[in-house]
Each structure stands twice: as structure tokens, then as C-alpha cells.
């Protein structure tokens, strides 16, 4: 009899676990994104790539030395949500020099001019650009010139 219960225990034991285990699977489906920014010729180090979804979930991705960068649905997941979504490239973010020893108008005013001064064209910073994912994996480079 304390067999039974036992294995009664164990198959009940199992059926919760797998639940869990089916649970954390659970998600859209995501396709995966990779590829290249340059700017003006040159690779663009430390840029975020984001896509936006409507209504869903952005996935990210930041350049490396080379430019290369791979989107990021969560930590654990990679890509991106099918369909036609904006997409946007950000510059590395930077403080204002001294920013720790200015007034919040001064750092408000130095945030100003730093965009300003940003190289990457408007079409990539306002989200106008789309990009269409399907499933499976696609390689989207990104080539910018600065105005």
C-alpha cells in the first residue's frame, strides 16, 4: 500500500513539474534577428537596436566592436515577434562631462546638445523605418549616413 501512494506522489510529482516546464515555453513566436550598423562606412560600437511590436513586447540588441548585434525578445529568448514593426537605432548613451558637478539646467541643457550632436539619421531614431520578420533566421544590416 505505501507503494502505491508513493508512486501516486512521484506521477503527480512529474505531471506539475512538466506543467511548469510547458509553461515557461509559452510565448509568440519569434524571429530571429541579426545583423550589421554601420555608419558612413564604419561599424557603429555600443548602438541599441530596438524593434517595437504594437501592443507587444521591444526586442533589443546592442552593437559590438564590429557593429554586429543580435535581438533579444527577453533574456532567455532571442528574436523578435512576426510581422511588419518600426525600428529604431540609438547611440551609445553618454553623460555630459562633469555632469556630477552641474546644476539640473546645466545637465538638462548638455543632454540638449548631446542629441543634437547625434550621427544617426532622423528615419533611424524616430521609428519610421520597418523591418518585416518572419520566422526562421534573417540578417537585416543596417548602413546609415550621417547628414
Same mark, same amino acid.
Given at each position: 500500500?505505501?507503494? $502505491?501512494?508513493?508512486?501516486?506522489?512521484? /506521477? /503527480? =510529482?512529474?505531471?506539475?513539474?512538466?506543467?511548469?516546464? =510547458?509553461?515557461?515555453?509559452?510565448?509568440?513566436?519569434?524571429?530571429?534577428?541579426?545583423?550589421?550598423?554601420?555608419?558612413?562606412?564604419?561599424?557603429?560600437? $555600443? /548602438?541599441?537596436?530596438?524593434? !517595437?511590436?504594437?501592443? $507587444?513586447?521591444?526586442?533589443?540588441?546592442?552593437?559590438?566592436?564590429?557593429?554586429?548585434?543580435?535581438?533579444?525578445?527577453?533574456?532567455?529568448?532571442?528574436?523578435?515577434?512576426?510581422?511588419?514593426?518600426? !525600428?529604431?537605432?540609438?547611440?551609445?548613451?553618454?553623460?555630459?562631462?562633469?555632469?556630477?558637478?552641474?546644476?539640473?539646467?546645466?545637465?538638462?541643457?548638455?543632454?540638449?546638445?548631446? /542629441?543634437?550632436?547625434?550621427? !544617426?539619421?532622423?528615419?533611424?531614431?524616430?521609428?519610421?523605418?520597418?523591418?518585416?520578420?518572419?520566422?526562421?533566421?534573417?540578417?537585416?544590416? !543596417?548602413?546609415?549616413?550621417?547628414?
Amino acid at each position: 500500500m505505501m507503494n $502505491g501512494r508513493r508512486s501516486v506522489r512521484l /506521477a /503527480a =510529482c512529474v505531471v506539475v513539474l512538466a506543467g511548469w516546464g =510547458c509553461a515557461a515555453r509559452k510565448g509568440p513566436d519569434l524571429g530571429r534577428v541579426e545583423g550589421t550598423v554601420t555608419l558612413d562606412g564604419q561599424p557603429l560600437a $555600443g /548602438a541599441t537596436v530596438t524593434v !517595437i511590436p504594437a501592443g $507587444g513586447r521591444p526586442s533589443r540588441g546592442v552593437t559590438d566592436a564590429s557593429g554586429h548585434y543580435r535581438l533579444k525578445y527577453k533574456r532567455d529568448a532571442e528574436g523578435v515577434v512576426f510581422g511588419t514593426h518600426p !525600428i529604431r537605432v540609438d547611440p551609445e548613451t553618454r553623460e555630459p562631462d562633469g555632469a556630477g558637478k552641474m546644476t539640473q539646467e546645466a545637465y538638462d541643457a548638455a543632454m540638449r546638445k548631446l /542629441a543634437d550632436e547625434n550621427p !544617426i539619421p532622423k528615419e533611424w531614431r524616430d521609428g519610421s523605418t520597418k523591418i518585416t520578420v518572419d520566422s526562421g533566421s534573417q540578417q537585416f544590416n !543596417i548602413e546609415m549616413t550621417s547628414g
